[in-house]
């Protein structure tokens, strides 16, 4: 571990003082980050014990999942659209990727999930393994964003207030607007009607994705409560970028179900690459600073789901 003393903000936008440049042991070194002290807990034999205790905690909590999805019925449910147990997403004659098993609910997102810092990157690797030549680089202070959101929800059980503004629609209208209205980044991509065609299915993607695969057990009830609050509305026009940012960490996974040539795949990973950075550059726009503390019954409830 490698350490520094920032006199000024360093890499990726991290404050001044002390930082640690950390590389997590069986993680990709594309997982290497800035840590300020902040985030780093002294070597004392307290903390070695919470080290313990943490790390039996999710061994235990992997096995009971795991047990229970083994032993579940599979579910539909209406917001997140019928499953079928293949995709299909083609390559059109002018290389747009048709996200055709994105709108047609062909993809199968009920999959198991370990929750915890670490299953994040090892999914990032495993699925990046079985389709290497869809890989694109998620920018240091969004996975910094990612980390803190799961330390959230899942350590000191917060939760995103909803509905979100901007939400994932807005966002990536938003998006849309600036590609349009930037004539460099015009000239780079193919034509419009290619660029719509991967912001539709973006959202296809995300209102698929949430209700199965991209929230932590402890936001389950609100999304229960957001089911019956807004019955017709679509779960892209409730949330906002911090679940959106977790669809990225899943979409390896999910395009490696599709049967995509590799002239689709270059232009699909080339939009989804520029979208991160659009991200990045409005992080302070699009993420929540806050997390809201819930009710203690809500926490009662969410704790038994």
Request: hydrophobic residues 35%.
């Amino acid at each position: 571990m490698e350490m520094e003393i920032w006199d000024k903000s360093g890499p990726d936008q991290l404050e001044s003082g002390p930082h640690y440049f950390v590389h997590y042991k069986g993680w990709k070194q594309t997982w290497d980050e800035w840590l300020d002290d902040s985030r780093i807990l002294k070597y004392t034999d307290d903390n070695l014990q919470k080290q313990k205790y943490l790390k039996q905690a999710a061994i235990t909590s992997n096995k009971k999942k795991s047990s229970s999805e083994t032993n579940a019925t599979p579910q539909s449910n209406s917001s997140v659209g019928s499953r079928k147990s293949s995709g299909n997403v083609s390559g059109s004659a002018t290389g747009a990727p048709r996200l055709k098993g994105v709108a047609d609910g062909d993809l199968d997102f009920h999959r198991g999930r370990k929750r915890g810092r670490d299953s994040i990157a090892e999914k990032i690797d495993g699925d990046l393994a079985k389709k290497p030549e869809f890989k694109f680089a998620v920018p240091n202070v969004l996975k910094v964003k990612l980390i803190d959101d799961w330390e959230f929800v899942t350590k000191e059980k917060l939760l995103v207030n909803l509905p979100r503004t901007p939400t994932v629609s807005q966002i990536i209208d938003q998006y849309n607007v600036y590609l349009t209205e930037n004539a460099e980044k015009r000239k780079s991509r193919k034509n419009e009607e290619i660029s719509k065609e991967i912001l539709v299915g973006l959202k296809h993607y995300f209102d698929k994705a949430l209700g199965t695969i991209l929230l932590y057990r402890f936001e389950r009830y609100q999304y229960q409560e957001i089911l019956q609050l807004h019955p017709e509305s679509k779960m892209s026009d409730i949330y906002g970028a911090e679940h959106l940012l977790r669809l990225f960490v899943q979409l390896p996974a999910l395009v490696s179900q599709a049967n995509m040539d590799d002239e689709s795949l270059i232009v699909l990973k080339d939009y989804l690459g520029d979208f991160l950075k659009y991200l990045q550059k409005n992080i302070s726009v699009f993420f929540v600073e806050k997390y809201k503390t819930p009710s203690p019954s809500y926490v009662s409830v969410a704790k038994a789901i």
